[in-house]
């Protein structure tokens, strides 16, 4: 395989993960980067819940952080509920409260509500 062939298979495949494919069959959602909350669910978020909100680094943590897709979450949640949550933490979540400005917490909360599956978001299945 040339060097063109190979770089452009992994820009391809690069590409099919950035929009949420996995290349295994499984769905996720896409990340939203162009969002208002995306910067700090990047900075604070990922870190356990993972960059698609699916709990993929649940193994690198001591506790099993929540899937933000997962219909335990999302069919319970409001966006009142999740900014309520961000702040004041959750379980062994701890809260942002004291780190994060009011318009960062109602930004980031309205991330979450804009992941596929969540109530607010349209159905993407």
């Keep these: 395989m040339t060097i063109w062939k190979r770089g452009a298979l992994v820009l391809a495949v690069s590409g099919l993960l950035t ?4 290349g295994c069959g499984e769905r996720h ?4 980067t162009g969002h208002e909350g995306y910067p700090v669910y990047h900075k604070y978020c ?3 819940h ?6 993929g680094k649940a ?3 001591a506790h099993r952080p929540v899937s933000l897709f997962a219909p335990a979450f999302r ?3 409001d966006l009142a509920r999740v900014r309520r ?18 318009a960062q917490l109602d930004a980031v909360a309205r991330y ?9 978001a349209p159905d993407s299945r």
């Design 19 to 22: 929009a949420g494919g996995t």
């Design 29 to 32: 959602p896409p990340v939203l």
């Design 50 to 55: 993972g960059n698609l909100g699916d709990g």
């Design 75 to 77: 069919d319970t949640v």
């Design 112 to 120: 979450v509500m804009a992941l596929p599956g969540t109530a607010a």
């Design 59 to 61: 193994s690198r943590v």
């Design 85 to 102: 949550f961000v702040a004041g933490g959750k379980g062994k979540m701890r809260g942002y409260r004291d780190k994060l400005t009011d």
């Design 46 to 48: 990922r870190r356990c």
